[in-house]
């Protein structure tokens, strides 16, 4: 096949376009340079496309052309509000670029290019983390005005060392993390013994990594997966195996709750010692929901005068949640669209974990403003099945 050849040919071009889709995903360098990092992610993923002949689904098309034509509507019903023109353009080239890229990718194939590029990023990272914990990188901090990084890594401190890697806090990081995990699982068909014989590395890299994020969030849904891993282990074994394999499940609950309960993040947040940072999280909930009440329909516009005044009136200076954040934009209609479109399309390629990754989804987009990022848009539409490639 072509497409095959032009893969073989120009495997560089393929990961460096997934590398460029993880940093338009919520990477520093991403979000400082949010318009030249967009624009490359479309171009390289329109390039691909067109240089593989491939022939656009009409359902991707026709999600295209909808998202667009809703996009742009509440930009001109709110231009009186004076909307912010470069945040619509910037998420209608995201969207664009989204789904060239989907489209020129077989799902596993994305996963395992994915999965080598998160773990080549946390070995960095880690290494990049244990130096900085020393103070021996102090010389290296590049300060963009928003995240003082080295070599495009965060070293942000907010009262504790916490590992981001990349990204642009330690909560946003973990999806990245349990995604590789879970796609990892995926590929091997939840073959612990296979995975541990023949990607020992990557797993510890990945688990060390998120551990040392101290991420909540990124903790407790690594626990669910562990239960999820557990579960589908115990329903495949049988007799003296099924035993084992419950032990060893036992075992790891207990040392990941263990693991969790130690982090001094988590303490402090059951212990109260956070509670303006709960007290934050609470209010930008509770008032978010009565600003989306009051703009049900159409939303107040993307960083509007109207968005602004809202955020002022309720006191919300940075609004934690990715999702309510869209329904307050463009309304509570194009809110529930965007999540039914993305479940529907979860839940029909993602198999047995479909459920696992929909959870892992949500309720990281409900703490984290993933819903304007390609590492959500692309989940508006279906990989491509015809060509299978191995990286």
């Given at each position: 096949?072509?497409?095959?050849?032009?893969?073989?040919?120009?495997?560089?071009?393929?990961?460096?376009?997934?590398?460029?889709?993880?940093?338009?995903?919520?990477?520093?360098?991403?979000?400082?340079?949010?318009?030249?990092?967009?624009?490359i992610f479309l171009g390289l993923s329109t390039i691909l496309f067109c240089y593989s002949h491939k022939k656009m689904k009409a359902k991707s098309l026709k999600i295209?052309?909808?998202?667009?034509?809703?996009?742009?509507?509440?930009f001109f019903i709110h231009y009186t509000a004076a909307p912010n023109l470069n945040t619509y353009i910037s998420y209608t080239i995201r969207l664009i670029g989204a789904?060239?890229?989907?489209?020129?990718?077989?799902?596993?194939?994305?996963?395992?290019?994915?999965?080598?590029?998160?773990?080549?990023?946390?070995?960095?990272?880690?290494?990049?983390?244990?130096?900085?914990?020393?103070?021996?990188?102090?010389?290296?901090?590049?300060?963009?005005?928003?995240?003082?990084?080295?070599?495009?890594?965060?070293?942000?401190?907010?009262?504790?060392?916490?590992?981001?890697?990349?990204?642009?806090?330690?909560?946003?990081?973990?999806?990245?993390?349990?995604?590789?995990?879970?796609?990892?699982?995926?590929?091997?068909?939840?073959?612990?013994?296979?995975?541990?014989?023949?990607?020992?590395?990557?797993?510890?890299?990945?688990?060390?990594?998120?551990?040392?994020?101290?991420?909540?969030?990124?903790?407790?849904?690594?626990?669910?997966?562990?239960?999820?891993?557990?579960?589908?282990?115990?329903?495949?074994?049988?007799?003296?195996?099924?035993?084992?394999?419950?032990?060893?499940?036992?075992?790891?609950?207990?040392?990941?709750?263990?693991?969790?309960?130690?982090?001094?993040?988590?303490?402090?947040?059951?212990?109260?010692?956070?509670?303006?940072?709960?007290?934050?999280?609470?209010?930008?909930?509770?008032?978010?929901?009565?600003?989306?009440?009051?703009?049900?329909?159409?939303?107040?516009?993307?960083?509007?005068?109207?968005?602004?005044?809202?955020?002022?009136?309720?006191?919300?200076?940075?609004?934690?949640?990715?999702?309510?954040?869209?329904?307050?934009?463009?309304?509570?209609?194009?809110?529930?669209?965007?999540?039914?479109?993305?479940?529907?399309?979860?839940?029909?390629?993602?198999?047995?974990?479909?459920?696992?990754?929909?959870?892992?989804?949500?309720?990281?987009?409900?703490?984290?403003?993933?819903?304007?990022?390609?590492?959500?848009?692309?989940?508006?539409?279906?990989?491509?099945?015809?060509?299978?490639?191995?990286?």
């Amino acid at each position: 096949m072509r497409i095959k050849k032009i893969i073989d040919l120009d495997n560089i071009y393929i990961w460096l376009l997934v590398f460029v889709f993880i940093l338009a995903s919520g990477s520093c360098i991403g979000v400082v340079y949010a318009r030249y990092v967009d624009l490359i992610f479309l171009g390289l993923s329109t390039i691909l496309f067109c240089y593989s002949h491939k022939k656009m689904k009409a359902k991707s098309l026709k999600i295209i052309l909808i998202s667009a034509l809703l996009i742009w509507f509440n930009f001109f019903i709110h231009y009186t509000a004076a909307p912010n023109l470069n945040t619509y353009i910037s998420y209608t080239i995201r969207l664009i670029g989204a789904m060239f890229f989907v489209e020129c990718f077989n799902l596993e194939h994305f996963e395992k290019i994915f999965i080598k590029l998160i773990t080549v990023v946390s070995l960095i990272g880690l290494i990049i983390f244990v130096l900085d914990q020393q103070n021996l990188l102090s010389s290296f901090y590049s300060n963009t005005g928003i995240y003082p990084t080295v070599f495009g890594f965060n070293v942000l401190k907010r009262g504790e060392m916490r590992n981001s890697a990349i990204f642009w806090e330690p909560g946003a990081y973990q999806i990245f993390l349990n995604l590789s995990i879970l796609f990892l699982l995926d590929i091997w068909n939840f073959d612990l013994k296979s995975i541990w014989k023949n990607k020992k590395i990557t797993i510890i890299i990945l688990i060390v990594s998120l551990l040392t994020s101290r991420s909540t969030t990124g903790y407790l849904l690594f626990a669910f997966i562990l239960v999820y891993v557990y579960r589908r282990i115990t329903q495949r074994e049988k007799g003296k195996s099924k035993l084992i394999t419950f032990i060893f499940g036992a075992v790891i609950l207990l040392l990941a709750g263990a693991a969790i309960l130690q982090s001094s993040t988590v303490i402090d947040k059951l212990s109260g010692r956070l509670t303006e940072s709960l007290s934050v999280r609470t209010n930008d909930f509770i008032y978010s929901l009565k600003i989306i009440k009051s703009n049900l329909f159409i939303g107040t516009g993307l960083e509007s005068e109207l968005m602004f005044s809202e955020f002022n009136r309720y006191r919300i200076y940075n609004n934690s949640s990715g999702l309510l954040n869209v329904m307050i934009g463009f309304g509570i209609i194009v809110g529930v669209i965007y999540v039914i479109q993305m479940a529907k399309n979860i839940i029909k390629q993602m198999g047995k974990m479909k459920w696992v990754v929909l959870i892992l989804i949500i309720v990281t987009g409900f703490t984290e403003t993933f819903f304007y990022y390609p590492i959500y848009m692309i989940f508006l539409f279906e990989f491509s099945k015809k060509y299978k490639i191995n990286p």
